[in-house]
């Protein structure tokens, strides 16, 4: 059996999942964000603790912390997904009719995936700030690739031009 970070009933009854969506679109959902959200930001030995820990009953205060810049995370993420997914999958075959529709759920599910992201950066600084230890292959992940300059780069060349 899988352990999530968040709870059926703590999405119903803080966020806006309601009753009638069944648990196989929200389960599913739940589990995608922990494997491609949560893990990379946390690191995989960090969740494998905090799995343990929750199926153990015995988390520490750090952990319990963690899981509260978690939920929102994952819970925005499964609000988007839900609408996105339940529709998709009901109405499939019905695209000229609903199609109006469908852009306005595609533009809901857009907007909780925005949160669910911005959540996500809100994790990750806490993460930075709280020392929560990464491999160096997860920290060799989480490096800006593209070629910014924070200044301080010493060169022979002139101010303006060479």
């Known amino acids: 059996m899988n352990t999530f970070l968040i709870s059926l009933n703590r999405l119903r009854?803080?966020?806006?999942?309601?009753?009638?969506?069944?648990?196989?679109?929200?389960?599913?959902?739940?589990?995608?964000?922990?494997?491609?959200?949560v893990k990379p930001i946390i690191g995989e030995d960090k969740y494998?603790?905090?799995?343990?820990?929750?199926?153990?009953?015995?988390?520490?205060?750090?952990?319990?912390q963690m899981l509260d810049y978690?939920?929102?995370?994952?819970?925005?993420?499964?609000?988007g997904e839900i609408f996105y997914s339940t529709y998709k999958i009901k109405n499939a075959g019905i695209e000229d009719a609903n199609s109006n529709r469908?852009?306005?759920i595609k533009q809901i599910s857009k907007k909780?995936?925005?949160?669910?992201?911005?959540?996500?950066t809100i994790l990750e600084e806490w993460v930075c700030d709280n020392s929560v230890t990464l491999t160096e292959r997860e920290r060799s992940n989480n490096v800006f690739?593209?070629?910014?300059?924070?200044g301080g780069y010493k060169s022979n060349h002139k101010k303006y031009g060479r």
Do not use: M, W
Request: aromatic residues 14%.
């Open 13 to 37: 009854d803080f966020y806006l999942v309601d009753e009638n969506v069944q648990d196989k679109y929200i389960i599913s959902n739940i589990q995608k964000c922990q494997d491609f959200v």
């Open 48 to 64: 494998n603790e905090l799995i343990s820990q929750i199926d153990n009953n015995n988390l520490t205060l750090i952990n319990t």
């Open 70 to 79: 978690i939920e929102p995370v994952i819970a925005y993420y499964v609000c």
């Open 102 to 104: 469908f852009e306005e």
């Open 112 to 120: 909780y995936r925005n949160d669910s992201e911005h959540y996500a």
């Open 145 to 150: 690739n593209q070629g910014i300059y924070l």
